[in-house]
């Protein structure tokens, strides 16, 4: 029995010291496997790399945040230029281009009891004072005897163009434009001869869908036999949309025909420089110009003075032909003036100068020169209405938008 107990204890602590070097190997002797990568921590040779990397920049907590905005800011920024790009092209759309065929030159027949630096040789050009008075446009070359003259302008939604001189002949430059202002002279049947000639290829280019719309800014006949017009008219199932004519014309309706002012004329080299500079010095030295009636009571000379601030002295009397009683229409002759409060003074005959040549007389200088001003006030807005009206009456008759089609 002692033997057995004995055996038993040498048994146990036999097994307890072999526990304790397998514990004292596996802690201490025995090589460990690394752990296996779930999303733990980083690396030790990660963790190195990335710490040597960071030795060489300062750390930013925000990095994040504000490449996060940079990337926003540049989205807007593509956004805001799109909206602009999208902008223009609907500004585009919605403004209209007009180009102006200013081939009409007239020969100045003027008043016939006005002075010799009026004389019969001078050119007037009704797209030059439509282009240069009216508008305000510049051309190039600034040369008038030029053969190819052009400019650009914008006015309201409208982006006009302008071409003239002897170069400009139908059929040989470029149409640049769907809608056009055709600047015509009917004076005359050799003028009218040649008006036609444009008037058919503006016709062309209307049936061949290179044009769209027409409007035509007559230099009517001085006793206003324009008839020849009327088959080109819509009115009359023409393609001409609008007119504005020159004279007292009783088709005027301002709906589609429309008055249009003389305007100045525009001297040539055979009128001289000297003479040119005489006739300017005249009407700035002169309080009145005197504007008897000659062929129609509208005179060039009308325009010129108030240019100058001499206050016109004009015939008030209706001219014989067509251009309207003035038993009927109260205001003509020169109703678009008069309506326009033109500060003239109008005397039914010339047996009434006296009496206007004693008033001046009376009159101080600070009175004479406050009336100069006040004229060519006058005439500065004058044109400036004209120009509002010439270009709201294209685009209320050409937008799309505004007509509906």
């Not at 514990?23 to 790399?49: K, M, T, W």
């Not at 939604?157 to 434009?177: M, R």
């Not at 001219?319 to 205001?331: A, E, L, V």
């Given at each position: ?12 602590l036999?097994a ?30 990660r ?59 007239i ?7 006005c ?14 004072y ?8 510049l ?49 005359e ?12 290829y503006a016709?062309?280019?209307?049936q ?10 007559l ?18 199932g ?13 088709w005027?309706?301002?709906e ?20 040119f ?27 010129e ?6 206050v ?17 229409y ?33 009159m101080?200088?600070q ?14 807005h ?24």
């Amino acid at each position: 029995m002692r033997a057995t107990r004995k055996r038993l204890c040498s048994a146990l602590l036999a097994a307890y010291l072999l526990f304790s070097l397998y514990a004292a190997y596996s802690v201490f002797l025995r090589p460990r496997r690394p752990p296996a990568s779930r999303g733990g921590p980083r690396q030790p040779q990660r963790l190195a790399r990335e710490h040597s990397s960071l030795g060489n920049e300062e750390w930013n907590p925000w990095e994040g945040d504000e490449k996060n905005e940079q990337i926003a800011s540049q989205q807007r920024y593509e956004t805001n230029l799109q909206m602009l790009k999208n902008m223009k092209s609907q500004q585009e759309q919605t403004d209209l281009k007009v180009q102006i065929w200013g081939k009409a030159a007239i020969v100045d027949k003027r008043c016939h009891v006005c002075t010799k630096y009026s004389s019969s040789s001078s050119l007037f050009y009704v797209g030059l004072y439509l282009w240069q008075h009216i508008l305000e446009g510049l051309l190039e070359p600034a040369d008038v005897p030029a053969q190819w003259r052009e400019g650009t302008i914008k006015g309201g939604k409208t982006h006009f163009s302008f071409i003239t001189g002897p170069a400009v002949v139908p059929g040989y430059f470029s149409v640049e434009a769907e809608n056009v202002v055709l600047v015509l002279n009917g004076r005359e049947e050799a003028k009218i001869t040649y008006a036609t000639q444009w008037l058919n290829y503006a016709q062309t280019l209307i049936q061949t869908r290179q044009l769209r719309h027409v409007a035509i800014v007559l230099l009517g006949s001085e006793q206003c036999n324009n008839e020849w017009i009327h088959p080109y008219l819509r009115r009359h199932g023409g393609f001409v949309e609008l007119l504005f004519v020159v004279y007292d014309c009783t088709w005027v309706n301002e709906e589609d025909i429309f008055q249009w002012p003389l305007g100045v004329a525009t001297w040539q080299p055979q009128e001289t420089n000297e003479s040119f500079r005489i006739y300017q010095d005249a009407l700035l030295q002169s309080d009145l110009t005197l504007c008897p009636v000659g062929v129609n009571t509208e005179c060039y000379r009308i325009y010129e003075a108030c240019s100058y601030g001499s206050v016109p002295v004009v015939e008030d009397v209706m001219t014989p032909g067509k251009c309207g009683n003035s038993s009927i229409y109260h205001s003509a002759p020169l109703q678009l003036l008069k309506t326009m409060g033109a500060p003239f003074i109008f005397i039914k005959n010339w047996e009434e100068l006296p009496a206007v040549l004693e008033k001046e007389k009376n009159m101080s200088l600070q009175e004479k020169i406050q009336r100069r001003k006040k004229l060519i006030e006058w005439y500065r807005h004058f044109k400036a209405q004209m120009r509002d009206k010439f270009i709201n009456i294209l685009e209320n008759s050409f937008l799309p938008n505004d007509k509906g089609g």
